[in-house]
């Protein structure tokens, strides 16, 4: 079984919506990281400070096939009009694992069996 590492970098207020829709898809655990990001256009605020919003760093271990489907599902959702993204997600090859819970391997097990 080969595994993949996703990361989705997304608004605090979009966080809790991409988390529900990787755990529908059968991703287990996801370890979410606090994150400030400096994007292309600065926006001016207050006093001339800028500020860019708080963001989530998402990061899952998922079975290769399922992380494509998890990327998408998230990509959905930072960017609904597939123009102006409001984050973004990406996927790594693992090489090597170690630790990860035996009942999530067995549901990824179960998912590829549903997939073939």
Known sequence: MKFS??????????????IDAARELGSGGVTILSGRGIGND???TFFGLSYDGSQSVLVMVLEKSLSLQVLKAIQA???PDETD???LVFTLPL??????DLSQVAKFEQHMKETL
Do not use: C
């Not at 590492?5 to 991409?18: G, N």
């Not at 090489?95 to 990860?100: A, C, D, F, S, V």
């Open 95 to 100: 090489e090597h694992l170690g630790g990860i």
């Open 42 to 44: 600065t926006k001016k």
């Open 77 to 79: 959702i930072v960017m």
């Open 5 to 18: 590492v996703l990361v989705a970098i997304v608004p605090e207020d979009l966080e809790q919506h991409a």
């Open 85 to 87: 993204s409001k984050g």
